[in-house]
T-cell receptor
Framework: GIQVEQSPPDLILQEGANSTLRCNFS?????LQWFHQNPWGQLINLFY???GTKQNGRLSATTVATERYSLLYISSSQTTDSGVYFC???????????FGKGTLLTVNP | GAVVSQHPSWVICKSGTSVKIECRSL??????MFWYRQFPKQSLMLMAT?????????EQGVEKDKFLINHASLTLSTLTVTSAHPEDSSFYIC?????????????FGEGSRLTVL
């Protein structure tokens, strides 16, 4: 199956800093999603982005499908941004969504 | 976005009993739902794919007799952990994609934390 690798595994920031999280995947995909898992465990959909660039407030994401990577940008980070960020990818409609191991982000006040 | 709801959020049970977790798509129809399991500080692992009106497809290593999945309607799938043991304690999360969506964007429930004593 497809392999999904995320980096860095851990990231500690001061409030107000910017950060970039990376997701590499091993095959072509028709689904690439970024999630934020909050302290209660719920997965919040951030972006559905199999290709291209999207922005939502302080967050943006870019997927370069031909080079098999996606980036999640967090600007002006806030303490509420803390949590685990997961990237997940799927090759096609008959394949399963495979998760990376996540990036644990800690934003300190 | 589409809303998926799970119930219960927390459940504590005694060893040997069975526990049922419900997953509902509130504002869309979901032909397919997925059940994931997550251990502390680890990623999500797919347990099974649940298709409305047919038998679930289980991932390798997942005991189908222990984790019974029923998908009786386009908005409801249930996971029953039978004869639960402490090693079944985990965080279970369901997800669903909107019926007919091309890329199959998945939306996740709040998760259910199971503790088996």
């Amino acid at each position: 199956g497809i392999q999904v690798e995320q980096s860095p595994p851990d990231l500690i920031l001061q409030e107000g800093a910017n950060s970039t999280l990376r997701c590499n995947f091993s095959d072509s995909v028709n689904n690439l999603q970024w999630f934020h898992q909050n302290p209660w465990g719920q997965l919040i959909n951030l972006f559905y982005i199999p290709s291209g660039t999207k922005q939502n407030g302080r967050l943006s994401a870019t997927t370069v499908a031909t080079e098999r990577y996606s980036l999640l940008y967090i600007s002006s980070s806030q303490t509420t941004d803390s949590g685990v960020y997961f990237c997940a990818a799927k090759r096609g409609s008959n394949y399963k969504l495979t998760f990376g191991k996540g990036t644990l982000l800690t934003v300190n006040p | 976005g589409a809303v998926v709801s799970q119930h219960p959020s927390w459940v504590i049970c005694k060893s040997g009993t069975s526990v049922k977790i419900e997953c509902r798509s509130l504002d869309f129809q979901a032909t397919t739902m997925f059940w994931y399991r997550q251990f502390p500080k680890q990623s999500l692992m797919l347990m099974a794919t649940s298709n409305e009106g047919s038998k679930a497809t289980y991932e390798q290593g997942v005991e189908k007799d222990k984790f019974l999945i029923n998908h009786a309607s386009l908005t409801l799938s249930t996971l029953t952990v039978t004869s639960a043991h402490p090693e079944d304690s985990s965080f279970y999360i369901c997800s669903a994609s909107v019926r007919g969506s091309v890329g199959g964007e998945l939306f996740f429930g709040e998760g259910s934390r199971l503790t088996v004593l």
